[in-house]
Nanobody
């Protein structure tokens, strides 16, 4: 069992930056892929970014590529999402996600939602 707790959301002006954190419990954190998803009001939850267990492979949605960076610190059981050049369309609740099975294949451009979710953190970007 893995528990995830997100933090770092808030209100920021367009063009600004935020860094989200996701703290995971469980000794097997370092063996799992980690992902970030987001859900805007009235829209389906969508993929944002993912990182493999060792941190040497990442995958991004086209909408955030070049602006967002996912990273992890296995010693701290934490995954991060650095968000730069934020746009109003980035406004959403951001969720951390993981699973015992792989979440993504950057080569195949495939991503899936895992079984474990955090409670989410609100990001609001004003124009």
């Amino acid at each position: 069992q893995v528990q995830l707790v997100e933090s770092g959301g808030g209100l920021v002006q367009a063009g600004g930056s935020l860094r989200l954190s996701c703290a995971a419990s469980g000794r097997t954190f370092s063996r799992y892929d980690m992902g970030w998803f987001r859900q805007a009001p009235g829209k389906e939850r969508e993929f944002v970014a993912a990182i493999n267990w060792s941190g040497d492979s990442t995958y991004y949605a086209d909408s955030v590529k070049g602006r967002f960076t996912i990273s992890r610190d296995n010693a701290k059981n934490t995954v991060y999402l650095q968000m730069n050049s934020l746009k109003p369309e980035d406004t959403a609740v951001y969720y951390c996600n993981t699973d015992e099975n792989p979440l993504f294949s950057s080569r195949a451009r495939l991503v899936r939602q895992g079984d474990y979710w955090g409670q989410g953190t609100q990001v609001t970007v004003s124009s």
